[in-house]
């Protein structure tokens, strides 16, 4: 552990901080966290790493079991967001806390409104707060607008303005940049150095390292709910910082044998999607998958992985282009009739789409084939084979759980991924789409859950592998894309000789393949 | 069929409008607050309802028609605060308590009066008091207008006089801006610090206010008595009212006109040979295809906004 002796300009420290969720998730294990006045200091992680719980027990959205925050050496307990307020903590949230029909200078003012006559609110005086406030601290905007109207940068400003309006001194920042186009990242950034030089301190979470590298002065690293120290970041390589982050200490080695493609499983043909907004999410994607092949996805969240997935179970409709599996269109199929050409799916959010929550684990593993003809007796369920049925997953995939009528909502991540991948893998796919399938579970299960996508591949099944966890995909991967910004950058064929940080440039957008590299993929 | 315009051009027509608009006013104006604050309060009918009993009670035993108002007007707040506890504090579903309430209020008024007065459906042994009429200096000597806007109950111009109330209160406030934030994105509001059960509160109890002031009028002021299921759904008709004007002050004012004057028309109707009931499926017929249209609108500017980005 480094000391830092510069106590005197520490504004704030938190102090083993420990937090755990009641489904038993250790979210923050002693995770010690200090920022000087002035600075703006990184924290950096993998998905689940922490960063998030870490910043919303400082902002008061969470309690820690245990640990304290002490403010410019005072212990002080942050109840609430209002409390955090009164401290002169602002958060500018991922997702903006925005009232879209209001002006900009009454979402500027709500809860601190400006009044007329002791009654009446005075909105000629919050354009006015609007205006001083936006030009003290060079942050440019139309009061009177409707946020609505406005562009997500905007937004962004609003929401800093809001913070700062209400005085806060020390500004947290969940991933700013995940939802800016580079145009107003550099103007955010701009901005923010500006805000510093004014003496405001700056907490950035982030898992960018380019922009880390660019814009802070140290940098905290969570892994696992720990932190792994706290770093220069101009002493501080990508590298190091990346192999910090992922630890490459704890890596899981799987086993496993040369594939051996056969035909083709999967292939899509200049597949695009359009979101609302006119920025192709998915850009003309070809992609080609066969059997005893796991083709791996790597590439930072929120690049389009997620809608491609979609567009490939039949949850998203394709703007353009087409999906053809096992040589069949099926492009504007629906899910169910998707899955009856043997696909499963392990979807990323594992409690929304994945299983019933407050449903048995029974009738989640059941939930794809109860009305098969095998299982019914004519109009009724044959409950009693279906209870067979469940109770023999149950027990290989090893679910812990007190019986096969227990609440899945009451089971630990980890067990209920395994119900979601027991489900999925029992039903002979012929293509497994798994999306983040050991996303924030334990190790032992994550473990489990690989073999068993090995053991698939040896057995013919073609695998697509989308994760954002670089181990994962470079473990089990036979062939690997990166994707960035809804394109494909880099395809190679044998996984085995990528290295992370090549991988790492391709993702973070600093290199990309050229066409005629990437003819692989069609080849390949 | 000369006759029918006759009929609406008049001005005895007119003031049967603004009548018969009242109490749908009040109770539209209730459930525009409460929906702008995100709890939609449709147990009006029953506040309504609960409240015109207590009205003529109280101002039958107090001899004074201000006493039966006020006791109307709180136990109109009485009912939104226990709404708002179920639905805020006890998290029960918000339209379930509100049915409760409202056959509560249903079966409970017929129950309470045959208690207090051994009456059975009608208050016909309670000497309840009439708000008064006003007579507008004015105007009432005006032809055409002072037929139709003067020597009104005095809750008619509370009524109008609300909407103006109700406007300023929305729109120009510090807690109409809370409440309309509440509404539209509840956690902004709470990541500022605005206490989201609060405002909502606030909400619900106003809204039965104005529920307590359409069921005084109901029974001290439209009529001079209380009956079994006076209120006869003017407590929906208000939700209605409330999605046509589109949730706007002036929007809701037109709206509840609408209804009024439709209802106003099916009672003048009668005396021509047009099936009273076929009359009164007028105003829920005008609702559905405005909202029909509303809504074919929204989603054709929605579904051409898509095909714009698509190009």
Redesign the interface.
């Given at each position: 552990m480094e000391v830092y002796l510069e106590a005197m300009e520490e504004i704030l420290r938190m102090e083993s901080i420990t937090k755990v969720y009641p489904n038993g998730i250790v979210a923050n294990k002693n995770v010690d966290f200090s920022v000087r006045k002035g600075e703006i200091h990184a924290i950096v992680g993998e998905n689940g790493a922490g960063k998030s719980t870490l910043m919303k027990i400082l902002f008061g959205m969470e309690q820690p079991e245990e640990g304290e925050i002490k403010l410019k050496g005072e212990t002080i307990n942050i109840s609430?967001?209002?409390a955090a307020?009164r401290y002169g903590i602002g958060?500018v949230?991922q997702h903006?806390?925005?009232?879209?029909?209001?002006t900009v200078a009454?979402?500027l003012v709500?809860?601190?409104?400006p009044?007329r006559n002791n009654?009446?609110?005075d909105y000629k005086k919050a354009v006015q707060m609007t205006d001083e406030v936006s030009k003290k601290y060079n942050l440019s905007i139309d009061p009177k607008a409707v946020v609505d109207t406005l562009a997500v940068g905007k937004k962004q400003k609003i929401e800093i303005l809001?913070a700062l309006v209400?005085g806060a001194e020390i500004l947290i920042l969940d991933e700013p940049t995940a939802v800016l186009t580079p145009q107003e990242t550099k103007e955010l950034f701009e901005e923010l150095i500006n805000l510093k030089n004014q003496g405001f301190t700056i907490i950035f979470i982030s898992h960018k390292l380019k922009e880390v590298k660019q814009i802070t002065d140290r940098l905290t690293i969570l892994r696992n709910g720990r932190s792994m120290g706290v770093h220069d970041t101009k002493n501080t390589s990508e590298q190091e910082i990346s192999r910090l982050m992922v630890g490459r200490d704890v890596l899981l080695k799987v086993e496993k044998e040369p594939a051996k493609p056969g035909k083709t499983v999967l292939k899509t043909n200049q597949l695009s999607y359009?979101s609302?907004?006119?920025t192709p999410v998915v850009k003309k994607i070809d992609m080609d998958i066969k059997t005893g092949q796991i083709l791996g996805i790597a590439g930072v969240e929120g690049n389009g992985q997620g809608e491609l997935v979609d567009l490939l179970t039949g949850m998203k409709k394709a703007?353009g282009g087409h999906i053809l599996i096992h040589g069949k269109e099926t492009t504007e199929l629906s899910v169910k009739e998707v899955r009856d050409m043997k696909v499963s799916h392990i979807p990323e959010d594992r409690m929304i789409y994945g299983v019933s929550g407050d449903g048995s684990i029974e009738e989640n593993l059941i939930s794809d084939r109860f009305d098969e003809k095998k299982y019914n007796i004519r109009l009724l369920m044959n409950v009693k084979k279906l209870t067979e049925l469940a109770k023999q997953l149950v027990a290989d995939y090893s679910i812990r759980c007190a019986s096969e009528k227990q609440q899945v909502r009451m089971l630990s991540g980890g067990n209920i991924q395994k119900v979601v991948v027991a489900r999925e893998f029992s039903s002979e796919p012929e293509l497994i789409i798994a999306n983040q399938p050991t996303r924030g579970i334990d190790v032992g299960s994550t473990e489990f859950i690989r073999k068993q996508l090995v053991k698939l591949r040896d057995k013919g099944t073609a695998v697509l592998l989308v994760s954002a966890d670089l181990n994962e995909v470079l473990e089990l991967s036979d062939s690997l894309m990166v994707m960035y910004e809804g394109e494909i950058v880099a395809y190679f064929q044998d996984a085995s000789v990528v290295t992370e940080m090549e991988l790492g440039l391709y993702m973070l957008g600093l290199k990309r393949m050229s066409e005629k590299e990437l003819g692989g993929v069609m080849s390949g | 069929m000369g006759s029918l315009f006759d009929l609406i051009f008049s001005t005895t027509f007119g003031y049967s409008v603004l009548r018969v608009t009242t109490p749908i006013l009040f109770a539209t104006l209730g459930a525009m607050i409460s929906i702008k604050a995100g709890v939609v309060n449709i147990s009006m009918e029953g506040t309504m309802l609960t409240a015109a009993l207590t009205g003529v009670v109280i101002s039958g035993y107090t001899g004074s028609a201000l006493a039966g108002l006020i006791a109307a007007v709180l136990i109109g707040m009485l009912l939104g605060l226990v709404l708002a506890y179920f639905a805020l504090n006890l998290k029960t579903n918000i339209i379930l308590a509100a049915i409760a309430i409202n056959l509560m209020a249903s079966g409970g008024t017929i129950f309470a009066l045959f208690v207090i007065s051994g009456d059975r459906g009608i208050s016909s042994s309670i000497n309840s008091q009439m708000l008064p009429r006003i007579i507008i200096p004015i105007i009432d000597r005006i032809p055409v207008l002072g037929g139709i806007f003067s020597n009104h109950n005095v809750l008619t111009y509370v009524s109008l006089l609300s909407v103006v109330l109700v406007y300023i209160l929305l729109y120009k406030t510090p807690l109409g801006l809370r409440i309309r934030a509440v509404g539209e994105n509840s956690h902004a509001a709470e990541s500022v610090g605005i206490s989201v059960r609060k405002v909502q509160y606030i909400s619900l109890i106003m809204s039965g206010a104005f529920a307590g002031f359409g069921g005084a009028y109901m029974s001290m002021g439209y009529v001079s008595r209380f009956s079994t299921d006076m209120t006869a759904g003017r407590g929906f008709i208000a939700l209605a009212a409330e999605a046509l004007g589109m949730g706007r002050p002036l929007g809701v004012l037109l709206a509840s006109l609408l209804f009024g004057a439709a209802d106003a028309l099916s009672t003048s109707l009668q005396r021509f040979r047009i099936p009273s009931e076929f009359v009164q499926m007028l105003p829920y017929l005008v609702t559905i295809i405005g909202l029909i249209i509303y809504a074919v609108r929204q989603s054709n500017a929605t579904k051409r906004h898509k095909m714009e980005d698509r190009v």
């Open positions: 609430s967001p209002s307020i958060m949230h903006f806390m925005l009232v879209p029909s209001l009454e979402n709500m809860g601190i409104e009044k009654f009446f609110f809001k209400r359009y609302d907004a006119d703007s | -």
